[in-house]
């Protein structure tokens, strides 16, 4: 294994056991807690889409006329993951990128969607991401953990965005979480079973053969560079901060929305 690779999952373990065991799986009791989860998991879903399509431009050529552009085993690394993440398939067989099927997961069981459609509009109409926050009033922690991305996109250092791509995402999904989901799927089937198709899609894809594909691909970006490696290790940390500061966010709007529902 990468030495670069091992010192870093051994740097970032306790973030990962922090988010793993996070205290907001404890409170998801519900349907209505579930949706409110959703409604902010949804920008990190966004989001993770943005740093895939980022990653495809810098790394191959998707301008014409085309020109070879990098190393190919990284083109193929980059394409092989884009294919499955935004042409995968829902439960009826029809092609879906995993933005679009969490959104139909969503609608599904009665998750407000109209924050991140307006929140995208806002963003397409005017390339202002402070406006599409302030219009579709967008959660505080999920504004941040946006902004911590796009900070790494617009950095242009693709092994950064490589990094947070496959350190700061891959395999984050507990085992408690599963157990609540498929609690909530038997006496609701027809309301979370495209969530559950979700999170089952998401780690057999995602947590595994994308991730072997992301971890090669920030191996070919760095190299036996070292400075790249600590700018690498520096910005997973601070990915893995934001994920749980999103997190943090989740568990106190559930605790609002159930304490107001005991005091009703």
Known sequence: MNPYIEKIRTTIEPLRQEIMNHKVYSVIRDIDDLKMFMQFHIYAVWDF??????LQQNLTCTTIPWYPKGD?????LINEIVVGEESDLD???????HFELYLDAMKQCGANVSQMHQFI???????DFNLAFSNSQT???????????????????????SAIFTFGREDLIPNMFLSIINDIHKNFPQDISIFKYYLERHIEVDGDHHSHLA???TANLCGEDASKWKEVEDATVESLQKRIGLWNGVYDEIMKSQEFVETK
């Open 49 to 54: 889409m943005s740093i895939l399509k980022s």
């Open 72 to 76: 190919a085993e990284t083109r193929f």
């Open 91 to 97: 439960l009826d067989g029809n092609r879906k990128s």
């Open 121 to 127: 509009s806002v963003l397409q109409e005017t390339k």
């Open 139 to 161: 959660p505080e922690s999920a504004k941040e953990f946006v902004i911590f991305t796009f900070k790494i996109i617009n950095s242009q250092k693709d092994y950064l965005q």
């Open 215 to 217: 971890l090669q691909m």
